[in-house]
């Protein structure tokens, strides 16, 4: 019970951080500061994705699954939870590295937002 309860919090901070690198720039308009942890995760983020690489949350929650008597999963985080609701099809390679290039133009144009406003005031 309780590895299965860790197991769900861990997918939930996984989901929370996804949603963070890709609007956390949002943030930056109410507080300057948040920039110096967002600009970290967001390139992480589109690391994971232009490099093909499972985020280490990913293990820690199927080890946790197996700890709770589950299976786990062999894929990524986002194949699993999210292209399976998104897309009908397995995440691919090209398809990641358009989500790695999509949180890239999100953030671009998020942060050139940021300055605008900042500049304007």
């Known amino acids: 019970m309780v590895y299965q309860i860790l197991a769900e919090i861990v997918l939930g901070i996984h989901f929370l951080f996804i949603i963070y690198v890709v609007l956390g720039a949002l943030l930056v308009l109410k507080w300057n500061w948040t920039v110096f942890i967002h600009i970290p995760a967001a390139a992480w983020g589109a690391l994971i ?5 499972i985020c280490p949350l990913t293990p820690l ?27 009908p099809e397995a995440l691919t390679r090209d398809l990641q590295i358009y989500l790695g290039i999509a949180v890239v133009l999100i953030n671009v144009v998020l942060y050139a937002i940021v300055i605008a406003r900042r500049r304007r005031k």
């Open 49 to 53: 994705m232009f490099m093909g690489w």
């Open 61 to 87: 929650e199927n080890r946790l699954r197996r700890l709770a008597g589950d299976e786990g999963y062999r894929e990524s985080f986002i194949e699993h939870y999210i292209m399976s609701i998104v897309y």
